[in-house]
């Protein structure tokens, strides 16, 4: 739907592409021009028309007026015949006036009808420039139109002659020469270069029941494996009665990769060459079996590099989380020889502590003894001190009372000391 709005009115008005046509049609065919000389015409003749009435009211008016002044003069005149020249001086101003009143109303009139007539032109003109533009821009987008699907049409047809001369140089290549020597022939050309410390070889390993057609390894400079792939090749030439599809060879691939322990499983593959799926390039099918992909084969070294790429960067990915691990590691076994430490600590601080609590407890033992030894020792000399004080208390008359021997014998020592 197309929203128009009058220029005059301001009113919006609802036209569909149909009614928006047929307005182009009418401009087109001055259908338009016409209708709006006939406005023109019919506005023309309304402002006659009204110019006309407007001058006979005017005219029947003053004749009245001029009628009734003419009876009055008369009657002022046979009256007051003093004041006739006055009155018509001023009957003369009044009807002057009302001629100049009709003038601008005349010209009032014109102004307005012109005013009309210019409204309706500038509106036509700029109608017309709205449909002008209005064409000009469907014409523009059915231009734009027509490029882009001619475009679209153009990058199909060439991506379909670009797919029927590919099947053309491939089937052409592959005459005289297998699908597989051509595989070989084309990592070969690049081994030396891109694939030097890849191992690319033909699976000769059948003691499982099965085999793959070709195998790829490749490892670092340490020595670890980067990546493997399982190759199957399937020629158009390869279909069987029960194996006619891509799908067909897929679990036994799958199967092949298990047993030869790689990581990657990839059918490079001829079969269903009208499939726009498989046309596509590289195909992604782990959804049914894992970390496998089914390639055409001008994708055989492109789908090598792609996984390849992936590996490197999981490697890397792995290396750095194997820092991580031994980080970890380290960390861990410090706090288990810290852990070793305090228990060792531990545990010779709790014998220590025992040593020292047998040895505190001999030696408070100990103390008591010598403490008891102390107190022997103490009561001994407080004994000493007694027997001191006795001996010193201690003379020949106490020894000789009541003992009338020692009294002799000490007597008979006196007498002789005398001597």
Known sequence: MQDIICPKCKKVFKVD?????????????????????????????????????????????????????????????????????????????????????????EIEQKLIVNQAVNSIEKERDDLKVKLQSKEQEIQLREVSLKEKYENELKTKDEVIERYKDMKLKLSTKMVGETLEQHCETEFNKLRATAFQKAYFEKDNDASSGSKGDYIYREIDEAGNEIISIMFEMKNEGDETATKKRNEDFLKELDKDRTEKKCEYAVLISLLEADSEYYNTGIVDVSHKYPKMYVVRPQFFIPIITLLRNASLKSMKYKAELEIVKAQNIDVTNFENQLNDFRNSFGRNYRLASEKFATAIDSIDKSIS???????????????????????????????????????????????????
């Open 17 to 105: 592409e149909a009614g928006f046509a047929d307005i182009l049609k009418q401009v087109r065919d001055h259908q338009f021009e016409k209708e709006l000389n006939e406005r023109l015409e019919i506005a023309e003749r309304e402002k006659n028309n009204a110019v006309q009435l407007a001058e006979s009211n005017l005219k029947n008016a003053l004749q009245d007026e001029l009628a009734k002044k003419d009876r009055e003069l008369a009657e002022l005149k046979a009256e007051k015949d003093l004041n006739l020249a006055e009155e018509l001086g001023k009957k003369e101003a009044e009807l002057a006036e009302m001629k100049s009143k009709l003038d601008k109303v």
């Open 369 to 419: 003894q010598l403490q008891k030894t102390k107190e022997n020792l103490l009561r001994s000399e407080d004994n000493l001190r007694i027997a001191n004080n006795k001996a010193d208390e201690l003379t020949v008359k106490k020894l000789t009372r009541g003992n009338p021997t020692m009294t002799t014998k000490f007597a008979e020592i006196n007498k002789t000391d005398e001597k």
